[in-house]
């Protein structure tokens, strides 16, 4: 009845399998040296401190790191079913696809003119 | 059904007062310059008035003469269109008479402080907008343009005593502006529902279209509710005549009178053009209530003005009193009835002004409106005293003067129709000669007072204020008949509207 | 049952003369965007200011012609089924919205490019991004840093709104509600002074934002499992067509989508944020958006209530009723407790929200062009009401306190008389816009609205009342009252300043006088495209 489903179900089991096995794996083979900060409920590898760098506030760069990784990303996501399907859609498409990442450049640029990807 | 004027006259005596408001607001030059430039175009506008006055045809076929109609906002069905019947041309008239005495009583009325030209400036313009207005609202033959005058004339108003007044401006002014407009408010509603009954179109609000519909009796119930309560607002009848003594008591002198002897007769000019002949059975239905509130406001007026020791707040129950008897007059529909409260309208408008503008000629020269405060002032200002005399008989209706003749006629047409209203409020004809009288004892006999040795009888300005109002009482007085012939025609068409249409309900009723 | 192939691409029906004015309005917001990045900071007010009016201007040309090219676009007709999917409605309703936007947009803009003999936008922070009182803040301003990103923001807003009651599906009407609501968001945070309260309303107006667009979102999806279709056309013929069950989800989903346009409008009970975004937000910004957003989300509400939701309209009316009647009466009563200026005209423009609803209620075509003709009406009056209060100073800072205005008459009779006549027209005194404009809708509510219009009118009327004591208090104070404080003053404004205060004046008046030519305009543009 559901025939176009039996692939997806396909996919979420092999997906459950890979994460069950990965996790199962290293619990075998991986050695176990615990410390401090491996036993914090928020595992990160590097030991919290009471408060933040810099007067306890998180630094904006983190921020607008991510936010300038999601655009990108958008833009990627946009571009994947477009080269899926680029025979289909024809001149069309691609001057819409070109506009779509002008625009997006347009943001870079002021991202990088502004000092948006300046470290420091 | 109205008769086309080749020449806008209407127009023009709108036209006039707000050219000249604009240039004494704008024009630079002094606070006295700018006072007789606004008397002159005043003066301008009533000889206009007079001439138009002149083409006017007592007796002619249409309801109304000089009549203009432009389209106005088409999609709302409104047009601009005037015309004036008989009662309208009168109080036309009465407002162009008393606007030009009011700029002349108003002359010292703004201290001249630093910006005193300023403030003169503003003061004069404002008045002369207010008589753009005046005209306007009676001479509007479109209901939504008479709206539109009824409620853009509170603005200037409403600036004249917050601006001008006296120490509780602010509570007045606003009190005056929020009873008026919830009024309005009100009447908006109807006034759209109205429009809706109506046969519509581009010019659907025109009086003559909106006359002798066949409404449903509820539906018409409920729109001249809508009507007469902005209507009972603005002629001040008890319960909703609060806000008139306040009002009165602290605005000037000036507009006091425009005020009481002018706009609140919008009140009763739209129950009689309004709530009379769109709306009759209507009007039918609601009589007993009407009479009985207008024998309550001419008594209970009269009553406390006999108790008030603020002249301005005398005058102004005193006035509650006679909006009373106007409408019951209105209410009377008799044809009798009905020119006399048209004639009432006419000699109110002239009586106040004169009780107002004399009293505060003296209050201007005691600085005090209490009547504790005098005594004695006909050894003062011996012509000012007699003047003052004059207006309050007239008020009081003493044969011979002119208010005698209109509450005549009114007692006399109720007094078919509603005998016990009419016996209960010739009572107040008996309290109007305590109030009135009683008022000139305190104030003008007695021994001469004491520190007043600066003070002088009028001046020759004083005297051009009180002149044309007591001609007035006098000729009107002993010959009323050019005004009642201007009146009668009109009264009996409006009636004629009541008296068609009661008559085909009851034919139907008895098939 | 084997899987259905994709059907094949079918290219979209671009009519490029209708969307012109769009792909102005977005462009020039890009070349916005790129002058910040390349242009010498002295010289990029100046440019950005031309580039932002000229842009609008042409836009409001390209309107022009767009009307000879009206019909739905962006999509296309599908073959087999001959549905209509076209993401694009330009009709008479549409370009009227676009066309009012675009101009006050202008008038704005003028407002917030204001100097006052500084660097930059006087309205504006320096640096947005600094502490409020911090060090950086105070070196970013002596370097003469300037925000001039708020040109290409606004223009962005603009846009949005623009295509905001243009869309013809759910999708779009959501894209364009982000479009014109994140620059909004950062906008109200962007004061120079009070940066404190600036950034408390911008973040409270992204909260709200956000909450309101999920509700949209969600309501979307409701709507969606309903019809299956997001497209208008479809939502309205999947109601008319009985056999279809699963009202829950309609009712839900109408309901959802409301709530996230209303909220734009600040209708109760979705108004919470108005008052504090209203004071908070830069004054320029805020008349921008008392002006512009409540055109634009009533334009959008317009066109799901009669295209879209049409045929449904027994299932949401009565909830919308109730929210009309609330939002009358709530904007009026807590109008009359305000002391801020900035709070008093938030209110008023929630109790003027409740008025336009009364309008759209009226479901006919006297229904749109009143609503047309009110949200105009409006704009232009309270643009130039806030453009004013930008000039009334005490220390540097707005005064906004309604003390601060006692006696502005007297020292000031051409501001203080301005501000009074705006009051007058928010009050709906006759000869003002404002009155024709409630004129407007309270007609077409009595008329095609029955008794329950009736009722609405006569509640709206009450209001009006209620709400005639607030404006004249403000006049009582600046004309009745003596002056409480003599370091208030009046800035003379610029030349752009003063020409958007004196057109919103004058079109306020004009519209009162003889409002018929854009009655008629509004009467012509009132038939919605399908």
């Given at each position: 009845m559901s025939a176009p489903y039996v692939p997806v179900l396909f996919m979420l089991a092999l997906g459950f399998g890979f994460a069950a096995l990965s996790v199962f794996t290293s619990l075998v083979v991986g050695p176990k040296r615990y410390n401090r900060a491996k036993l914090e409920a928020y595992e990160c590898g590097i030991q919290p401190t009471p408060q933040a760098a810099g007067g306890g506030r998180v630094p904006i760069k983190y921020y607008l790191t991510a936010m300038l990784f999601i655009v990108f990303d958008i833009e990627s996501v946009f571009l994947y079913p477009f080269a899926v399907a680029f025979n289909k859609l024809g001149l069309f498409a691609l001057v819409e696809m070109v506009l779509f990442i002008l625009t997006v450049f347009v943001a870079y640029a002021y991202v990088w003119r502004r000092g948006g990807l300046d470290w420091d | 059904m109205s008769e086309m004027s080749s020449v806008p006259w209407l127009t023009l005596l709108m036209v006039i007062p707000l050219v000249g408001s604009a240039v004494v607001a704008f024009l630079p030059g002094s606070a006295e310059q700018a006072k007789r430039i606004a008397l002159g175009f005043s003066l301008v506008t009533l000889v206009l008035g007079v001439v138009a006055a002149t083409q006017y045809k007592s007796g002619?076929?249409?309801?109304?003469?000089?009549a203009e109609q432009h389209a106005w906002i088409p999609q709302f069905g409104v047009s601009y269109a005037l015309g004036v019947d008989g009662i309208a041309l009168v109080l036309i008239l009465m407002s162009l008479v008393l606007t030009p005495v009011c700029l002349l009583a108003a002359w010292h009325d703004v201290p001249e402080d630093i910006d005193g030209a300023r403030r003169t400036k503003a003061y004069f313009a404002l008045l002369l907008v207010l008589e753009t207005f005046m005209v306007g609202v009676f001479a509007a033959t479109d209901v939504f343009l008479f709206y539109v005058f009824f409620e853009a004339m509170l603005i200037p108003v409403y600036f004249l005593i917050g601006r001008f007044g006296g120490a509780r401006r602010q509570y007045a002014a606003m009190k005056f502006l929020l009873f008026s407009l919830a009024g309005g408010l009100i009447m908006l509603v109807a006034v759209i529902a109205l429009y809706l009954q109506g046969p519509g179109g581009a010019d659907g609000f025109l009086i003559a279209k909106l006359t002798g519909l066949s409404l449903d009796p509820t539906t018409e119930r409920l729109l001249w509710v809508g009507f007469f309560i902005a209507f009972a607002i603005k002629a001040p009848m008890v319960p909703v005549h609060t806000w008139l003594p306040d009002a009165a008591t602290e605005s000037t002198p000036a507009t006091a009178t425009l005020l009481v002897g002018v706009l609140d007769k919008v009140g009763t000019f739209g129950m009689i053009r309004f709530c009379l002949q769109l709306f009759p059975n209507a009007s039918e239905w609601a009589t007993p209530l009407v009479v009985v509130l207008a024998v309550i406001s001419v008594l209970y007026g009269a009553l406390l003005a006999i108790g008030q020791t603020d002249m301005m707040r005398l005058i102004a129950y005193t006035s509650i009193s006679h909006f009373g008897f106007i409408v019951l007059g209105i209410f009377a529909v008799t044809n009798v009835a009905g020119a006399g409260a048209s004639l009432y309208m006419l000699n109110h408008g002239f009586s106040t002004a004169a009780l107002f503008l004399i009293a505060a000629m003296f209050i201007r020269r005691r600085g005090s409106k209490r009547i504790p405060d005098f005594g004695g002032w006909q050894r003062v200002t011996p012509g000012i005293a007699g003047a003052f005399l004059i207006a309050g008989l007239s008020t009081l209706a003493l044969p011979g003067l002119s208010s005698f003749v209109s509450e005549f006629l009114v007692l006399v047409g109720t007094f078919g129709a509603h005998p016990v209203a009419a016996v209960l409020s010739c009572t107040a004809i008996i309290l109007a000669a305590l109030y009135i009288l009683l008022w000139y004892k305190r104030v003008m006999t007695g021994p001469k007072p004491e520190g007043l040795t600066g003070v002088r009888d009028w001046s020759l300005r004083e005297k051009w204020v009180a002149a044309p109002l007591i001609a007035f009482f006098i000729v009107i007085g002993l010959y009323p008949k050019p005004a009642l012939d201007v009146i009668n025609p009109a009264v009996d068409k409006t009636l004629s509207y009541v008296h068609t249409n009661a008559a085909t309900v009851a034919e139907g009723s008895t098939k | 049952m084997t899987a259905v192939a994709p059907a094949a691409f079918q290219q979209a029906n671009i009519d490029y003369l209708a969307v012109l004015p769009l792909l102005i309005v977005f462009g020039a917001a890009l070349v916005g965007v790129l002058v910040e990045a390349f242009v010498p900071r002295e010289r990029r007010h100046t440019i950005q200011l031309t580039i932002s009016v000229a842009s609008l201007v042409l836009a409001f040309v390209a309107i022009l012609f767009a009307t000879k090219h009206q019909g739905l676009t962006f999509g296309y007709t599908d073959g087999a089924t001959s549905r209509r999917l076209f993401a694009l409605a330009i009709d008479g309703p549409a370009l009227f919205m676009q066309g009012a936007l675009v101009l006050m947009g202008v008038l704005g803009i003028l407002i917030m490019a204001e100097r006052f003999g500084g660097v930059g936008s006087d309205a504006f922070t320096a640096s947005g991004a600094s502490t409020p009182g911090s060090p950086i803040e105070a070196a970013s301003a002596r370097a003469g840093l300037i925000t001039s990103e708020v040109f290409p923001l606004t223009l962005f807003a603009i846009g949005g709104m623009m295509l905001f009651p243009t869309v013809n599906d759910l999708i779009g009407m959501f894209i364009a509600l982000e479009v014109l609501s994140l620059p909004l968001y950062i906008l109200s945070g962007l004061a120079r002074r009070r940066r404190l309260l600036s950034q408390e309303a911008s973040l409270k107006y992204f909260l709200l934002g956000a909450f309101s667009s999920a509700f949209f979102l969600f309501g979307t999806a409701l709507l969606y499992g309903y019809a299956g279709s997001v497209y208008f056309g479809d939502l309205s013929k999947a109601v008319s067509d009985t056999s279809l069950g699963l009202n829950g989800l309609l009712v839900a989903g109408a309901f959802l989508v409301f709530v996230g346009l209303l909220f734009k409008v600040g209708a109760v009970p979705f108004h919470a944020w108005t008052p504090d975004v209203y004071q908070g937000a830069p004054t320029p910004v805020t008349g921008f958006m008392a002006a512009c957003t409540k055109a634009a989300a009533f334009g959008a509400i317009l066109r799901l209530a009669y295209v879209g939701l049409d045929t449904a309209s027994w299932q949401w009316q009565n909830a919308v009723i109730i929210v009309a009647v609330l939002t009358m009466i709530v904007g009026a009563v807590l109008s009359v407790t305000q002391t801020d200026m900035k709070r008093l005209l938030a209110y008023s423009s929630i109790a003027h929200a409740g008025f336009v609803l009364v309008g759209v209620l009226a479901f006919d075509q006297r229904g749109v062009s009143s609503v047309l003709f009110y949200v105009v009406a409006y704009g232009f009056s309270i643009i130039a009401a806030f453009g004013l209060v930008t000039l009334v100073r005490q220390d540097g800072g707005e005064a906004t306190h309604l003390s601060q205005w006692a006696g502005l008459g007297k020292s000031h009779p051409v501001i203080a008389g301005t501000m009074a006549f705006l009051m007058l027209a928010f009050a709906g005194i006759p000869l003002t816009s404002g009155f024709v404009a409630k004129f407007a809708v309270f007609a077409a509510a009595i008329g095609t609205g029955g008794a329950t219009g009736t009722v609405l009118v006569v509640i709206g009327a009450v209001c009006s009342a209620i709400t005639v004591f607030v404006y004249a208090r403000v006049i009582v104070l600046m004309f009745f009252s003596e002056p409480a404080d003599d370091t208030v003053e009046v800035l003379v404004p610029s030349v752009g300043t003063t020409f958007a205060i004196a057109i919103g004046t004058l079109i306020t008046f004009a519209l009162g006088v003889v409002p018929s030519s854009l009655l008629d305009l509004a009467d012509r543009a009132s038939q919605f495209v399908r």
């Open positions: - | 002619g076929t249409a309801q109304f003469q000089l | -």
